[in-house]
């Protein structure tokens, strides 16, 4: 681990971000990179504009092909599909992961809704460790500084090799958030529930517990956004064990309510050195 007077002194700072998705990351990047020199890299992006791109359209096109009158446009090349993934907008990747649950209401078979996981599982995967390149590649076009804005489940990758190639290559740094913040974000997913992905482990035991709790019989039963809803909490809980014991042992921590107060890239690089 670096000391906080190296950190502020480095030529070429490189951070990687960790945490919840709402606790900040984005704006983090976004306020770091107000004084320019830094090259912002979304994780969420790279998988959806590059690794899960095919996966994507193809999900696009088997939904239009349920249209008679659209089918016979696509199968004879009078029209095309792409997926328009941006920083900013997401909502392809969302789309494409989906839901588990009654397919009346929108749900995915349960093999599908588990497919659809391990390719996200391994275009993320894919996405980090080619984060040390990407730092190359940034510093070739004359960036300064690099800030790996990583998804949310970044800790359910489980891979200590990952971990340490990515503290090998960059700070980093998770931003822990408060009760207070837990319950907004738990409000905001039962209000509009998103599809998730989730560690293998970690849905096979909430699927059958969600089943039992309703007396259910098989996920077909399941009410895709009341699951959704119904998990979260517990997803909070899991995940903020793994993030900080990843923060432990190859990074550091900040508060979200401090990122919160900071108004510029000298405040941010000031609390992350404070950190040190």
């Not at 275009?123 to 949310?152: C, L, R």
Request: aromatic share 10%.
């Amino acid at each position: 681990m670096i000391s906080a007077e190296q950190f502020i002194n480095q030529k070429h700072k490189c951070i990687t971000l960790l945490g919840m998705s709402g606790v900040g990351k984005t704006r983090l990047a976004k306020l770091i990179g107000e004084n320019g020199g830094w090259f912002h890299f979304s994780g969420d992006y790279r998988i959806g504009a590059t690794h899960l791109k095919d996966a994507i359209i193809a999900n696009i096109a088997d939904k239009m092909k349920t249209d008679a009158w659209l089918k016979t446009l696509l199968d004879n090349q009078s029209i095309s599909v792409n997926s328009q993934v941006s920083f900013d907008n997401l909502e392809p990747i969302s789309a494409f992961l989906g839901k588990v649950g009654n397919p009346e209401e929108g749900g995915l078979p349960l093999d599908e809704f588990i497919r659809r996981q391990s390719l996200f599982f391994e275009a993320e995967k894919k996405t980090m460790y080619e984060v040390p390149d990407f730092i190359k590649k940034s510093q070739s076009e004359g960036f300064s500084h690099f800030i790996n804005d990583a998804g949310g489940s970044l800790c359910e990758l489980e891979d200590p090799e990952l971990y340490k190639l990515l503290s090998e290559n960059s700070l980093i740094v998770y931003i822990q958030t408060n009760k207070k913040n837990e319950r907004i974000l738990i409000e905001r997913a039962k209000k509009r529930p998103k599809p998730m992905y989730y560690s293998s482990l970690f849905f096979e035991k909430s699927i059958r517990t969600y089943l039992t709790e309703n007396t259910l019989d098989y996920a077909a039963q399941v009410s895709p956004d009341d699951f959704v809803s119904w998990v979260f909490p517990k997803l909070i809980d899991d995940r903020l064990k793994k993030y900080e014991a990843i923060a432990n042992k190859y990074g550091c921590t900040i508060q979200s309510d401090d990122l919160h107060s900071c108004h510029s890239a000298n405040d941010v690089i000031n609390l992350i050195s404070s950190a040190l």
